[in-house]
T-cell receptor, first 117, second 117 residues
Framework: DSGVTQTPKHLITATGQRVTLRCSPR?????VYWYQQSLDQGLQFLIQ???????AKGNILERFSAQQFPDLHSELNLSSLELGDSALYFC????????????????FGPGTRLTVL | AQKVTQAQTEISVVEKEDVTLDCVYE???????LFWYKQPPSGELVFLIR??????QNEISGRYSWNFQKSTSSFNFTITASQVVDSAVYFC??????????????FGSGTRLLVRP
């Protein structure tokens, strides 16, 4: 058990819908990263939050957004869903160093498997 | 540009054989971090090792060993006396910091290891 929790574990929805994925980082970790794993794109970085603020964006679609709350949990919002959004979505948390510098390894949650029908 | 290449898509071995998974990376930074993660059939991502660019010592952990060579930009992973439970997809990843100060992971495409009894 990595200490990172993600809910729900599975999500089945229809095209055009909106869903919210939730992530709770390990106690004390300030950084949350979101990744998408799909068959055609592999594992891709989407977005990172550090202590409530967005730090970096990767290949994240405009239909997707995220936020990190004061208790450090994070949510990834996916809207206007398309078939191609079906994937496994991971969040990871990390202990960053002082001022957000390099820390240790990233610990991954169990993932949310999203199926868009 | 950052890139991680895992040229071996799939490897199949018989139990007790040794197997090496290759990883080649590209980066312009002098400070970076390399990782290996395991993804068993259950789907979670399990951290195996983190190595920083200034530490070229090889590491051994039980049946696992890692060979980091900056001269060839490689970070290979060897499993000695493989077991059926080692069957999984293994990902090599790179993290740099970069201009956005994000230590996001750049993953290779993964190597699927099948250990047959």
């Amino acid at each position: 058990d990595s200490g990172v929790t993600q809910t729900p574990k599975h999500l089945i929805t229809a095209t055009g819908q909106r869903v919210t994925l939730r992530c709770s980082p390990r106690s004390g970790d300030l950084s949350v990263y979101w990744y998408q794993q799909s068959l055609d794109q592999g594992l891709q970085f989407l977005i990172q939050y550090y202590n409530g603020e967005e730090r970096a964006k990767g290949n994240i679609l405009e239909r997707f957004s995220a936020q990190q709350f004061p208790d450090l949990h994070s949510e990834l919002n996916l809207s206007s869903l398309e078939l191609g959004d079906s994937a496994l979505y991971f969040c990871a948390s990390s202990v960053e160093g002082v001022s957000g510098g390099p820390g240790g390894e990233q610990f991954f949650g169990p993932g949310t498997r999203l199926t868009v029908l | 540009a950052q890139k991680v290449t895992q040229a071996q898509t799939e490897i199949s071995v018989v139990e007790k054989e040794d197997v090496t998974l290759d990883c080649v990376y590209e980066t312009r930074d002098t400070t970076y971090y390399l990782f290996w993660y395991k993804q068993p059939p259950s789907g979670e991502l399990v951290f195996l090792i983190r190595r920083n660019s200034f530490d070229e010592q090889n590491e051994i952990s039980g049946r696992y060993s890692w060979n980091f060579q900056k001269s060839t930009s490689s970070f290979n992973f060897t499993i000695t006396a493989s077991q059926v439970v080692d069957s999984a997809v293994y990902f090599c990843a790179l993290s740099e910091g970069g201009m956005d100060s994000s230590y996001k992971l750049i993953f290779g495409s993964g190597t699927r290891l099948l250990v047959r009894p």
